[in-house]
């Protein structure tokens, strides 16, 4: 792992648990964890908070040393501003998302601790990542999600993913998954 995203990850864990954050991975960190590794020039999260909470951690992070908020981000994406917040460690975007549906507070409650470097992090299981990427629906996203569905194949929980898969409205989807592989 490069040096500066060792850093950015060990400072953003500590900012998380300052402010009694609960977290956990997302997008291509854990999608390279789980299954091909690929590269990336940002950090996501997926975050316990409500909008207000996240309007007060913006306050905590505008008075950081450690980060700063990328303002040029907040005035292209003035819609989501109430549910996302996006830091800037160096020339790194780490991107704080609130969960925002009944699957993304699963995905917290389901998150598993991993080593990562020298450290450990909570990071969202190969099943959400997967549901994730389809969601996502991008051409990268299913190769990504192709990517853990072979890897973890004979790990997955496939009763989860198909549960969620139907809830989600992803159906075919996953199927499509089962399909190619």
Known sequence: ???????????????????????????????????????????DFLILLSPDELKNLRSHAQNSSHFKIDTQWDEHNPMIRHQHLRLLFKDIHLDLSISKNSHESEIIKRRLKVPLDDFEIYMATAEDIILMKLLAGRPKDFQDAISIFVKQQNQ???????????????????NWLYIQN
């Open 1 to 43: 792992m490069a040096n500066d995203f060792a850093k950015a990850f060990k400072r953003i864990l500590a900012f998380f648990q300052e402010h009694s954050i609960m977290y956990v991975l997302i997008g291509a960190w854990p999608t390279s964890y789980w299954g091909q590794p690929r590269s990336t020039e940002d950090i």
């Open 156 to 174: 997955l929980n496939h009763d989860y993913l198909r549960a969620w898969a139907k809830a989600l409205s992803i159906y075919d989807e996953l």
